[in-house]
């Protein structure tokens, strides 16, 4: 098993700027393939924010494109989401995601998520 604690959301206003990180921990020996952001906003449902790869290719969804930076330190086994020029409708739950191998095995795991909101 893998746990991941996320940490970095609050309320900020419109235009400002927030820094999300997730960390991974195991008792056992894990590999990572890739650690994503998604978020789940009041009422709708989970959507993919970002993507950082091991290898350090990235992808965001059109929405954040431009105005989020996520990164990767897979030494740390930690990613952090930059969130610049904040609107009101990124106000969401947000969630880390890891896909890796925990002992050979292919398994995703998930943060407990973390709260941001955006006044406008």
């Known amino acids: 098993q893998v746990q991941l604690v996320e940490s970095g959301g609050g309320l900020v206003q419109a235009g400002g700027s927030l820094r999300l990180s997730c960390t991974a921990s195991?008792?056992?020996?894990?590999?990572?393939?890739?650690m994503t952001w998604y978020r789940q906003p009041p009422g709708d449902q989970r959507e993919l924010v970002a993507r950082?790869?091991?290898?350090?290719?990235?992808n965001y969804a059109d929405s954040v494109q431009g105005r989020f930076t996520i990164s990767g330190d897979y030494v740390q086994n930690t990613v952090s989401l930059q969130m610049d020029s904040l609107k009101s409708e990124d106000t969401a739950v947000y969630y880390c995601?890891?896909?890796?191998?925990?002992?050979?095995?292919?398994?995703?795991?998930w943060g407990q998520g973390t709260q941001v909101t955006v006044s406008s």
């Open positions: 950082v790869t091991s290898d350090g290719a990235t």
């Open positions: 195991s008792a056992s020996d894990f590999t990572i393939n890739s």
């Open positions: 995601k890891l896909l890796g191998r925990v002992d050979g095995t292919l398994s995703a795991y």
